[in-house]
């Protein structure tokens, strides 16, 4: 290589000698024109595989049939790839240019080939993140990917990118090996942790709820602690963004829902089915024997009838028949042939605790309906019938005396 270039620059001094170019001239002239000539080459090159080579990959990947690589080898992909040949071209032809210039000072060199180094290291670096781009714009596009909290994986392999490349580039600044400034980063790495404490928690966070599968975006969550009760919206490496009920934003850490329970609400919706689970109190001196009377009474009721048709009227081990018995089978018959109820999961009517604000009746079903408001709507239909239904039973409701009781 050297005896290609002294001969080179001894045939251009020769050349600009015999034109009558002073001899001192000369010698720099020729530096010039060999450095010219290098940076003339590297330009031809870098349009070569701009134009080249790119518009060759778009065209064959324009005639494949599948779609995902027209994303994964798209022109900013391809020319991040390129990018990095020129910086390699130019290292290569880093010995013609200080031969031609006739650099002698160490540190001038020193410094040229750092550059070159931490240009290629920049080149990779940046060819790598705008694959990871590429590839988390391609995963949007399936629709298996569309609730899953891709975006802080991509911004976690972002992170660790940037690591990477910051050690290769200060290895290349004072002369050491990636492996032994790593080996010394170790006795710092309490106040580093320190420093980038919430970073890291986050990260962390974030990569166990995606490979647990704790959360994705669109599901509803709740954290009575945080005051958090809506669907979330975004999920990333340092936040996650909540669109409360009443359609403001709240943003937490995501080491939050690591370090303090949450309840997730989206296996309720996969389910299909939403528990109602309401009671009502009796008022125990409302509880009788059943009479052939009332029993005959009901059956004239058009409101009662069809839902006595399915319903024993005696006890199946003999003994007494009470009305608050036949007021829970009519309502278990109830939400039993009621269309809007689930009826693929448990459904029952039973009786808690007596306390001193009388017996509870339980209600304990799910309705086919998971969003909110058809779900508040069946649920009042439900106990706006059992409650008009109790009086026709001789069933007397408990509540808290009011102003009107006291006038009456």
Known sequence: M?????????????????????????????????????????????????WGVVRGIQWIVRRTRV??????????????????????VIKMMLPLAISALEISQEWIVDVLYKGIDILIVLAGLR????????????????????????????????????????ILIVAILIDKSP????????????????????????????????????????????MPSRGIDGSVIEVTLTTIKIRRWDNTCQTIPPYLL????????????????????RSLNVDMTSIGFMTDELLAKLRE????????????????????LTNLDLYMRVVNRYIDIHPRVNHTMLAM??????????????????????????????????????VALAPLFGIRLYQAPSSVDFKS
Not at 185 to 213: E, H, P, R, T
Not at 301 to 312: H, R, T
């Open 349 to 386: 009517v039973r009786q808690l605790q007596p306390t001193e604000w009388g017996l509870p009746i339980e209600l304990y079903f799910f309705t086919q309906a998971i969003d909110w408001v058809p779900h508040e709507h069946l649920q009042t239909e439900v106990m706006s019938h059992v």
């Open 258 to 277: 690591i370090s303090e329970p949450f309840t997730n609400w989206q296996a309720m919706r996969d389910s299909g089915g939403r528990r109602v689970k």
């Open 179 to 222: 492996a032994g400034l790593l080996t010394g980063l170790g006795a710092s790495a309490a106040v580093i942790s320190f420093i980038f404490k919430d970073s890291l928690m986050g990260l962390l966070a974030g990569v166990q709820l995606s490979a647990n599968n704790m959360l994705k975006v669109g599901d509803w969550i709740e």
């Open 2 to 50: 050297n005896i290609f270039d002294h001969s080179i620059k001894a045939d251009i001094y020769n050349r600009l000698v015999g034109w009558g170019v002073a001899e001192s001239t000369a010698t720099v002239l020729d530096g010039i024109i060999i450095l010219a000539y290098l940076v003339l080459l590297v330009l031809i090159i870098n349009i070569l595989l701009r």
């Open 127 to 166: 060819f790598v993140n705008r694959l990871l781009k590429t590839l988390y714009e391609l995963m949007l596009r399936r629709p298996a990917w569309h609730d899953k909290p891709i975006k802080g994986l991509l911004e976690t392999m972002q992170v660790v990118l940037a690591i990477v490349g910051i």
């Open 67 to 88: 779609s995902w690589d027209d994303i994964l080898f798209d022109s900013k992909v391809v020319q991040r790839l390129t990018g990095i040949v020129t910086p390699v």
């Open 301 to 320: 009721n058009s409101n009662v009838a069809p839902l006595l048709e399915g319903v024993a009227t005696t006890l199946p081990e003999g003994g007494a």
